[in-house]
C-alpha cells in the first residue's frame, strides 16, 4: 500500500504562483509513475500532469503546458507540481495518484490506470 498526502494548495490571485507536493508513505515512490489529477464539482476528474519513475518522461495536458512543472524527489518520497501564472479555470482540488511501475511509458493520462490516490488538496484562484 501506498499512501499519498497532499499539501501546498491554497488562494491565489490569478497571474501567482503555488506548488504542490505529494508526500509518499508505505513504499518508496521510485517503483512508480505519478500523477496530478484535479477536479471541480459536478465535473469529472481531469488529467494535469504525469512523471515516470525516475523523472525522465513527463506529460502535460495541454491547458497546463507551458505554465505548470510536475518534479519528483526519490529520496525524499516526494512528487512537486509547481503551478505558475495561474488562471481561475485552475480551480479546483488537486490529487496525486500513484501507478507501480518502472518503464518510461507507464506513464499515462488515464486515471483508471492509477492504483493509489491522495485525498487532495484545494487551490483556489481568484481573478
Known amino acids: 500500500q501506498v499512501q499519498l498526502v497532499e499539501s501546498g494548495g491554497g488562494l491565489m490571485q490569478a497571474g501567482g504562483s503555488l506548488r504542490l507536493s505529494c508526500a509518499a508513505s508505505?513504499?518508496?515512490?521510485?517503483?512508480?509513475?505519478m500523477a496530478w489529477f484535479r477536479q471541480v464539482p459536478g465535473k469529472e476528474r481531469e488529467f494535469v500532469a504525469t512523471i515516470s519513475w525516475s523523472g525522465s518522461s513527463t506529460y502535460y495536458t495541454d491547458s497546463v503546458k507551458g505554465r505548470f512543472t510536475i518534479s519528483r524527489d526519490n529520496a525524499k518520497n516526494t512528487v512537486y507540481l509547481q503551478m505558475n501564472s495561474l488562471k481561475p479555470e485552475d480551480t479546483a482540488v488537486y490529487y496525486c495518484?500513484?501507478?507501480?511501475?518502472?518503464?518510461?511509458?507507464?506513464?499515462?493520462?488515464?486515471?483508471?490506470?492509477?492504483?493509489?490516490w491522495g485525498q487532495g488538496t484545494q487551490v483556489t484562484v481568484s481573478p
Open positions: 508505505g513504499r518508496t515512490l521510485s517503483n512508480y509513475a
Open positions: 495518484a500513484a501507478r507501480f511501475g518502472t518503464w518510461e511509458g507507464a506513464i499515462s493520462p488515464n486515471r483508471n490506470v492509477y492504483n493509489f
